[in-house]
């Protein structure tokens, strides 16, 4: 940081502060445009002073923006071509997996039933909600401390990402696969309490 142009420092701050101030105010943004804007917004401000131009940076950041979207349009794009939601499937297999060890329920079920308290925040809770969050940070903070430090080792990372992402989201417009809450909806369990950003 210290060889870095003053230019580079400024944007840098500048890019530190706004998106510290948004997280403090709103919190982690979870919309898809906010995080392309966090990402791109760096992207610009580190390659300050460097020979990437902010074109280039729209170029390598755009196939990250449409994988981000592509996820938020997954469950469209099952229903479009006549997949169903796999809800009762995916339930009978928990079950038949896991029954066994948790009083005949699915492991979610028995989980909150021992678990969850909807008086009170465990302090356990917390490490859950940020195990939870970590996922829709930590990815980008690797791909984009990598975009930075190595364009060569960024470019072989972003395409593992990019072609397990779509692999993963391929997979799931080809056999959407319903979570425990969606399966207490349809009646086939307990109900189910979606905890994972309480703490």
Known sequence: MSNWPNERKFAVA????ATGGYVLWQGIPFDRATQFLIIITAALAFSIGTTTRAIRVFADWVPFAILLYGYDYSRGAADTFGFKVRVEEIYNI??????WLFEDKIPTVWLQQHLYDPNQI?????????VYVSHFVAPWAIVGILYVKNRELW????????????????TYILIP???????????????????????
């Not at 500048?14 to 502060?17: N, T």
């Not at 972003?158 to 993963?168: C, M």
């Not at 696969?177 to 189910?192: F, I, K, M, N, S």
Request: positive net charge; charged residues 15%.
């Open 14 to 17: 500048i890019w530190a502060l």
């Open 177 to 199: 696969a319903a979570p425990p809450w969606y399966a207490a909806r349809e009646g086939l369990c307990e109900p189910v309490v979606r905890i994972a950003t309480r703490g």
């Open 122 to 130: 465990a302090w356990w809770e917390s490490l859950v909600a940020l």
């Open 94 to 99: 928990e079950l038949a997996w896991f029954g």
């Open 155 to 170: 470019a072989k990372f972003a395409r593992r990402v990019i072609t397990i992402s779509f692999a993963a989201l391929i």
